[in-house]
């Protein structure tokens, strides 16, 4: 049995990957509090609620990640997390700027989307009721 020195990991959200190498050791936050994995931990899956993600890449240099809620998937070498949004900051007093900026951004986006989304359910419903009526 090997021992390995570094992970495999992906970060993925809906429209993009946002980080994708290799780590050393990651920490981010479940329902149940924060945890660390290192290599060789034992292989998991658990939800993640809003917080920090940080890593620690092969090469020393540590990235941060806001993340929204999300799932984290281990399986021996290989790291999934998965998570609705999410932005990479360059050190922690700036990452609150750039999440705050970032998921207001989206929120607005999704807020259009819903709108829109909205008047179109709308059309179909007048337009079904159009082909009830009778034709005189």
């Known amino acids: 049995m090997s021992i390995a020195t570094d992970m ?3 970060l993925r959200l809906p429209t993009r990957t946002l ?14 509090g924060a ?10 899956v658990t939800a993640l609620v809003p917080s920090v993600l940080t890593l620690r890449q092969s090469n020393g240099l540590e990235e941060i990640f806001g ?6 998937v281990k399986k021996g070498d ?11 900051g360059d050190d922690l007093s700036t ?33 079904f009721a159009e082909l009830q009526r009778p034709i005189l």
């Open 78 to 88: 290989r790291v999934v997390v998965v998570a609705l949004r999410g932005v990479r």
């Open 19 to 32: 980080f994708e190498g290799r780590a050393e050791k990651i920490t981010a936050v479940a329902p149940n």
């Open 8 to 10: 495999s990991v992906t």
């Open 95 to 127: 990452l609150e700027n750039t999440v705050e900026a970032s998921f207001i951004q989206m929120d607005e986006e999704e807020r259009q989307a819903r709108s829109a989304l909205s008047r179109l359910e709308a059309d179909m419903v007048r337009r």
């Open 67 to 72: 993340l929204d809620e999300g799932l984290l």
């Open 35 to 44: 945890f660390g994995i290192l290599p060789n931990h034992i292989d998991f």
